[in-house]
């Protein structure tokens, strides 16, 4: 399975939106090990800080970025892997805590 990564890296001056590439054998997710390697071979040199969403730091302390967080991830099927956190919010603040009744 072929998977698209969206993914944020952070500088200090703004982030870069970027996209990378995963080959899985197997219908299943990209683990931890999957993005890593996908990542190094993109130049970059990281753990992983937080899991959701998968959030990377440099292990250089001299990187020119700050972390690099996992935005997307589209593996051709329909549903998407990644909620958008901020549009869940804000409908959160739109709707009534409470329904009322009528």
Do not use: W
Request: aromatic residues 8%; negative net charge.
């Amino acid at each position: 399975m072929e998977c698209i990564v969206y993914f944020d890296v952070v500088h200090d001056e703004g982030v870069k939106e970027l996209r990378g590439l995963i080959f899985l054998n197997d219908d299943r997710l990209p683990a931890e090990q999957d993005y890593l390697n996908m990542l190094t071979d993109m130049g970059y040199h990281l753990r992983l800080e937080k899991s959701d969403p998968p959030t990377f730091v440099p292990t250089d302390p001299g990187a020119a970025y700050k972390e690099i967080r996992i935005r997307r991830l589209d593996t051709g099927k329909e549903e998407d892997h990644y909620e958008d956190k901020n549009l869940k919010s804000m409908v959160a603040n739109l709707l009534p805590n409470k329904p009322k009744s009528l």
